[in-house]
């Protein structure tokens, strides 16, 4: 039988506790199957499970894999020979000192050239083929992670979210890629989405997996209490002064110029969404205001005082007033720390038992269930990542929360979740949100729209900026 076949797979974790049960798979020459359930359903780890690359912690500890009828003993070398593999965290996927054209070079057969498989997946290969990771947006990181996928068209390719950073525009190019495969018998194809139109218009047939870990209450019990809604948003701000005021930024990169003359100001409660194509720079304006990232030109004014823009110059309670969550939470969760332990940092100011219930009561407001407090990072699904990554925001109380993308990686039900809390905290005590996204159920929530435009010229890219 060829093709790709899992029959009764079984994965439990180091406490025995089953984390997938009896998944039974098939992909025969030619399909593209999908595989969809909500964040912490297990998706992930029936990828992980397919391919022998279980991390530590977790263990198959029942049923088969096999490849054209033969069941896999050698997974890695199989994976070497069979398999294009597209991560959920594409950006740490990458090898940092590899430039895009690298990084796809190393995975095709010799004589292959790395600049056309970066054009199909619609990247222009003189912008970003000496780019390293660290240089690209994460939409461009994205899609160099599919092109080192693609390459050599590999029997099996397997992609977990490999459209949840990408614009209306890249998503289209990629998707046409990834649909050439369809049909064709050389071929089989396994897909990870929480986007329901991406399935749909995708696949042959769609695998549901069911949520198996224990999840927050909806409704009025889900909201975090006490300290958890009191934040900094009101109470820290004056009468009728705006919580951000940024003049006349200027943003640039090595060799490029991002963006000049943006004007944004948020008064308590505001709702700014950002969007733009991939590579506009988004991500770099939530770092800037951050202090992560230089600017070339421009002020901005935080409750009134005007920041110097390296956050090492900020004081201590203009750098608690604004609060980063990142497009890749590995980035901003310690992979050596358990998520207790980075939830408790912010409230150390805290009695102890004080802190760890104030920890508990952060992981129900984003969804997530105490139990998931004693483990690391990288035993969280990507989901549930970005929504740690927002708790562990949320606990030094901010004034203005800076979100990049924070509902990537969500069902459509959990990102409804997260954007209730969002304003559910605006609302009550005046928190603003800049959010970068490229999810219209995001933009719909927002006050206002930011967008950021790409204009080519011979010398540089320039970037104008909207606010609607």
Not at 247 to 274: K, N, S
């Given at each position: 039988?060829?093709?790709?076949?899992?029959?009764?797979?079984?994965?439990?974790?180091?406490?025995?506790?089953?984390?997938?049960?009896?998944?039974?798979?098939?992909?025969?020459?030619?399909?593209?199957?999908?595989?969809?359930?909500?964040?912490?359903?297990?998706?992930?780890?029936?990828?992980?499970?397919?391919?022998?690359?279980?991390?530590?912690?977790?263990?198959?500890?029942?049923?088969?894999?096999?490849?054209?009828?033969?069941?896999?003993?050698?997974?890695?070398?199989?994976?070497?020979?069979?398999?294009?593999?597209?991560?959920?965290?594409?950006?740490?996927?990458?090898?940092?000192?590899?430039?895009?054209?690298?990084?796809?070079?190393?995975?095709?057969?010799?004589?292959?050239?790395?600049?056309?498989?970066?054009?199909?997946?619609?990247?222009?290969?003189?912008?970003?083929?000496?780019?390293?990771?660290?240089?690209?947006?994460?939409?461009?990181?994205?899609?160099?992670?599919?092109?080192?996928?693609?390459?050599?068209?590999?029997?099996?390719?397997?992609?977990?979210?490999?459209?949840?950073?990408?614009?209306?525009?890249?998503?289209a190019a990629a998707l046409d890629r990834i649909r050439l495969r369809r049909g064709d018998p050389r071929f089989a194809t396994l897909v990870?989405?929480?986007?329901?139109?991406?399935?749909?218009?995708?696949?042959?047939?769609?695998?549901?997996?069911?949520?198996?870990?224990?999840?927050?209450?909806?409704?009025?019990?889900?909201?975090?209490?006490?300290?958890?809604?009191?934040?900094?948003?009101?109470?820290?701000?004056?009468?009728?002064?705006?919580?951000?005021?940024?003049?006349?930024?200027?943003?640039?990169?090595?060799?490029?110029?991002?963006?000049?003359?943006?004007?944004?100001?948020?008064?308590?409660?505001?709702?700014?969404?950002?969007?733009?194509?991939?590579?506009?720079?988004?991500?770099?304006?939530?770092?800037?205001?951050?202090?992560?990232?230089?600017?070339?030109?421009?002020?901005?004014?935080?409750?009134g005082e005007q920041l110097p823009w390296p956050v090492r110059e900020r004081t201590p309670a203009a750098r608690r007033a604004v609060a980063?969550?990142?497009?890749?939470?590995?980035?901003?969760?310690?992979?050596?720390?358990?998520?207790?332990?980075?939830?408790?940092?912010?409230?150390?100011?805290?009695?102890?038992?004080?802190?760890?219930?104030?920890?508990?009561?952060?992981?129900?407001?984003?969804?997530l269930p105490a139990d998931l407090a004693h483990r690391y990072p990288g035993a969280l699904s990507g989901g549930q990542r970005q929504r740690?990554?927002?708790?562990?925001?949320?606990?030094?109380?901010?004034?203005?929360?800076?979100?990049?993308?924070?509902?990537?990686?969500?069902?459509?039900?959990?990102?409804?979740?997260?954007?209730?809390?969002?304003?559910?905290?605006?609302?009550?005590?005046?928190?603003?949100?800049?959010?970068?996204?490229?999810?219209?159920?995001?933009?719909?929530?927002?006050?206002?729209?930011?967008?950021?435009?790409?204009?080519?010229?011979?010398?540089?890219?320039?970037?104008?900026?909207?606010?609607?």
């Open positions: 039988m060829k093709g790709l076949s899992a029959q009764g797979l079984v994965v439990a974790g180091r406490a025995g506790a089953v984390v997938v049960d009896g998944i039974d798979l098939r992909i025969a020459p030619g399909q593209v199957v999908g595989l969809a359930g909500p964040s912490g359903a297990g998706k992930t780890t029936v990828l992980l499970a397919l391919l022998g690359a279980l991390p530590p912690g977790l263990e198959r500890i029942g049923g088969r894999v096999l490849w054209d009828g033969r069941e896999i003993t050698a997974p890695r070398r199989w994976r070497r020979r069979h398999v294009g593999f597209l991560g959920q965290d594409p950006a740490s996927a990458l090898h940092p000192l590899y430039d895009s054209r690298a990084a796809v070079r190393e995975a095709l057969p010799r004589g292959g050239r790395p600049d056309d498989v970066l054009a199909v997946v619609g990247l222009d290969p003189a912008e970003i083929g000496h780019r390293r990771p660290h240089q690209l947006s994460g939409g461009q990181a994205q899609r160099v992670a599919l092109a080192r996928a693609l390459a050599g068209d590999p029997g099996l390719l397997i992609l977990d979210e490999p459209t949840s950073a990408l614009d209306p525009e890249a998503l990870v989405s929480h986007d329901p139109a991406v399935l749909a218009g995708l696949t042959d047939h769609v695998v549901h997996l069911g949520r198996q870990h224990r999840q927050a209450s909806r409704g009025d019990d889900s909201g975090p209490a006490g300290p958890s809604v009191r934040g900094r948003g009101q109470a820290g701000s004056r009468a009728g002064v705006p919580v951000l005021q940024v003049r006349d930024l200027a943003v640039a990169q090595p060799g490029r110029l991002l963006f000049q003359g943006l004007g944004l100001e948020l008064a308590a409660g505001d709702f700014v969404a950002v969007l733009g194509p991939s590579g506009s720079g988004k991500s770099t304006l939530l770092r800037t205001l951050a202090g992560l990232h230089p600017a070339a030109r421009g002020t901005v004014t935080l409750l980063l969550v990142g497009q890749n939470p590995l980035d901003t969760l310690n992979p050596a720390r358990r998520l207790r332990a980075a939830l408790h940092r912010p409230l150390r100011h805290l009695p102890r038992a004080e802190a760890r219930a104030e920890a508990a009561r952060l992981l129900a407001a984003v969804g740690a990554a927002l708790a562990r925001a949320l606990a030094g109380q901010p004034a203005l929360l800076l979100a990049d993308e924070i509902t990537a990686a969500l069902d459509p039900a959990t990102t409804a979740e997260v954007l209730d809390l969002l304003d559910r905290l605006r609302h009550g005590t005046g928190l603003a949100v800049l959010a970068v996204t490229h999810d219209p159920s995001v933009a719909a929530r927002a006050d206002r729209v930011l967008t950021l435009h790409h204009h080519p010229t011979p010398h540089d890219r320039r970037q104008s900026a909207d606010v609607r």
